[in-house]
């Protein structure tokens, strides 16, 4: 997880938007990810983007990367109570078959 | 099922023991990969399958680790001589050959070592 790098904690308000960001260092990764965990349960892929696109949005979810500075983040639009779980931003770098994953962002949603 | 299936859900083993972790991919998935999560912490890559074969096991932290893939399908991950720093979650995912870059993750297998 040294390669990609997340904060540890998020609060935000339920209705208000969250924003979760994740950078990270090989500027040849091709993919990059967001899954969402749940207290007790595995992995669920949320969204994934390819690096030469600069913006994704699937329903309440945007995700903005910024090739340059190697910036990846999540907009969670109208946050939900439901959405409190841990966050991980994931990289497939060029060549590998595999996912390197940061440490995860926890997201706590006050009512 | 739909879904990546993984078994037991939890295991509690004494230190020195032997474990199997079972692993049923998302059916006609060609490739599987074993990653482990310890407490607080991101996932650690284990090993990768593609088919039948591991063409990555740059992740098995040491030679108690071993996994076998039978069928181009279920994958089982053995831990010998079971060690307290093997707690962790073990967690297994697969993708398809058409779409490699999606990688579905099932619900892991809890491991205390006590």
């Known amino acids: 997880g040294e390669d990609v790098e997340q904060s540890l904690f998020l609060s935000v308000r339920e209705g208000d938007s969250s924003v979760i960001n994740c950078t990270y260092t090989d500027s040849s990764s091709t993919y990059l990810y967001w899954y969402k965990q749940e207290p007790g349960a595995g992995l669920q892929l949320l969204t994934y983007i390819f690096s030469n696109m600069d913006m994704k949005q699937d329903q309440r979810l945007t995700v903005l990367l910024n090739k340059k500075d190697k910036h990846l983040s999540l907009r969670i639009a109208d946050t939900q109570t439901g959405d409190s779980a841990i966050y991980f931003c994931?990289?497939?770098?060029?060549?590998?078959?595999?996912?390197?994953f940061g440490t995860g962002t926890r997201l706590t949603v006050i009512p | 099922g739909a879904g990546v299936s993984q078994s037991p859900s939890n295991k509690v083993t004494e230190k020195g023991k032997d474990v199997e972790l079972r692993c049923d991919p998302i059916s006609g998935h060609t490739a599987l990969y074993w990653y482990r999560q310890r407490l607080g912490q991101g996932l650690e890559f284990l090993i990768y399958?593609?088919?039948?074969?591991?063409?990555?096991k740059s992740g098995l932290p040491s030679d108690r680790f071993s996994a076998e893939r039978t069928g181009e399908s279920v994958s089982t991950l053995t831990i010998q001589r079971t060690q307290q720093e093997d707690s962790a979650v073990y967690l297994c995912a697969s993708s398809p050959s058409r779409n490699r870059n999606t990688i579905y993750f099932g619900e892991g297998s809890w491991l205390t070592v006590v």
């Open positions: 994931a990289e497939k770098k060029s060549g590998a078959n595999n996912l390197f």
């Open positions: 399958f593609q088919g039948n074969s591991a063409p990555d």
